[in-house]
Every structure is written in C-alpha cells, then in structure tokens.
C-alpha cells in the first residue's frame, strides 16, 4: 500500500512538532544502537531506514559498525497513521546513510531529507531493483518480498558502507554475501513451490505478496480494481466485491494471502469467505514480526505458503 500523507515537513516543525502521515506501515522511533565499531572507528556510521525490514539488511551487512535507525517498525500498531517526531528528524539530521524503499512507498523520508538540508547518501530499493511499471498498469513497489531485489541492496549497502569505512569495506562484503546466500535459500524453496504448483490461482486482498507469489509460480486471480481498491483506501464497487468474492465461493484460487497489518471490514469479508470455503488463508504483513531477522520472516512465509498450498 502506498503512503498516503495528511500532511506537510516543515524544517522547524521537524525539529519541535508532530508530522502526521498516512502509513502503510507501523510507527516507532527506535534504533539498533552499538557502542563502537568493530573496523575501529570512533563511532558507529549512522543509517536510518524507512522500515524495520531494510533496517535489517543494514544491520546484517553492517554488523557492530552501525547503528541503525528504523523509523517503522512495529506491525501491531494501527497501520494507517503515521507520526514522525523530532527524534525522527534528529536521525536523519545525523545519518551517514539512509534507506528508502521509494516507488511513492516512503515519500515522507524524503520530505524529512529535505527539510534537514541531509546530504546523506540514499539508497533507493526499487530504483536499484531495476524495476518500472508496466504498459498498463502500476508499479509494485513492495519490493522487498522480491528476494533478488534485497540481494541487490544488500550489495549497495555493502558498497556504501565501505566508503565510509574502507578498513571495514572487506567485512561488509563478506557480511553481505552472507546474508544474500541465506536469501538464494529462499529462492530456492520458491523455484520449488513453481515446480509444483505453477499455474495455480491465488488470491490476495493488495499486491504486498505479489513478489513472492510469482515467484512461486502461483497466478493472482483478484480483480484489480479490487485490490487497486484496497491499497489506496478507496471504496470497493458492489459487482467487484462480488466477482471477488466468487472466487472463494467457486474454488478458483487455492490460497488467500492476505495483508493483515492493513485490514478493515471489507478485507475481513473476503477472508471470512475464504475460510468459509475451506481456502487456507496466508496473513503477510509489511514490517519484521518481533524477534524475527529478514531472513527469518521470509522463511516463515515461504513455509506458510508451501503448507497452504499442500
């Protein structure tokens, strides 16, 4: 789901007031924080990620030399406000690096680069993903449930990390072929799931999996005005909800993957008629689960697909 923001930066309310934005995300303003830096420089480098998920692959690629800022990242929060304080702007005041998703996901992080006058270097996940949108249609921009896309960025930060501390530059490449053989296990497991289920319906209440589930082959069946629908927190016509919901009724998708982070009566309609039927429901969210790495959260929904599908 895109950000859709209710409101305005301004440099001096960055750094005394509230900005309040539309999230398809969840809010908090903690951080990874370490002391010293292992490659012996006198403080960690900075990085601030929109999200708790590249957040992560920063802290996977860059170990004890940084200390990581990820502006969302609790899931079990009312996904639909966003409230960026003035320790938000103090951290990207201060970052070496910033991470944003971009593809209009993460708008805001560039507001706050804006109003600091940052000259951080910004890494963007879906212009290193090489991807655009099609003829005739959107973009995706979820790009994180894309596994060669994170492996990509990982290689980017590896790189950026290295400029800024070239005597670490061998270990966060090291770190970052690390993390990228632990994703090409996840690729795997997916090559797998096309082997054996390409072809199959699914469906899904917004594009968020649809990474995933094309890359296990699987065929999304729901109506895209319904979808379109939903991500943009429009309303859902009488005759779409109902060819979408027929697809449950008539047993034309094989599994429901579902967002749960950004639900609301009409979503929990569509997944009331796929239990109904009898359809296994996949729930997905746009943040790291506590406790879970990148990695980890990953393969916890490949292993959850590979159930639903049997």
């Known amino acids: 789901m895109r950000w859709r923001k209710t409101g305005t ?56 030399a940084v200390e990581v800022t990820s502006i969302i990242s609790d899931p079990d929060q009312d996904p639909h406000s966003y409230e960026a304080n003035a320790n938000t702007s103090l951290a990207i005041s201060k970052a070496s690096i910033v991470i944003e998703n971009g593809g209009g996901y993460d708008d805001f992080v560039d507001q706050l680069l804006d109003a600091n006058d940052s000259d951080a270097t910004v890494l963007n996940a879906v212009d290193i993903s090489g991807k655009t949108a099609p003829a005739d249609g959107e973009l995706n921009e979820h790009v994180w449930y894309d596994f060669p896309t994170v492996q990509k960025v990982a ?29 090409d296990g996840l690729i795997g497991e997916t090559d797998d799931l096309k082997s054996s289920h390409a072809g199959e319906g699914v469906g899904i209440t ?58 609301g009566p009409i979503t929990e309609q569509i997944e009331k008629a796929a239990t109904k039927a009898g359809i296994p429901v996949v729930p997905v969210t746009e943040t790291l689960p506590s406790g879970l790495d990148y990695v980890g959260w990953m393969q916890q929904n490949v292993d959850a697909l590979r159930a639903a599908l049997g």
Request: with cysteine.
């Open 155 to 183: 290689d980017e930060i590896a790189a950026e990390l290295g400029k800024a501390d070239p005597d670490g530059a061998a270990t966060f490449t090291s770190n970052a072929t690390a993390f990228k053989d632990k994703v």
């Open 9 to 64: 930066v301004g440099a001096g309310l960055m750094l005394t007031g509230v900005l309040v934005l539309s999230a398809c995300g969840s809010s908090d303003d903690g951080a990874s924080k370490d002391a010293t830096s292992s490659s012996g420089q006198d403080a960690p480098i900075g990085v601030v990620a929109s999200t708790n998920v590249w957040g992560d692959v920063a802290k996977q690629v860059g170990g004890d």
């Open 206 to 263: 917004e594009p968020v999996p649809l990474y995933l589930t094309e890359a296990a082959g699987l065929v999304n069946k729901t109506p895209e005005a319904f979808s379109e629908a939903i991500e943009e927190g429009e309303d859902v016509s009488a005759a779409t909800l109902k060819e979408t919901l027929d697809l449950y009724t008539n047993h034309e998708v094989k599994v429901l993957v579902y967002n749960e982070q950004t639900s």
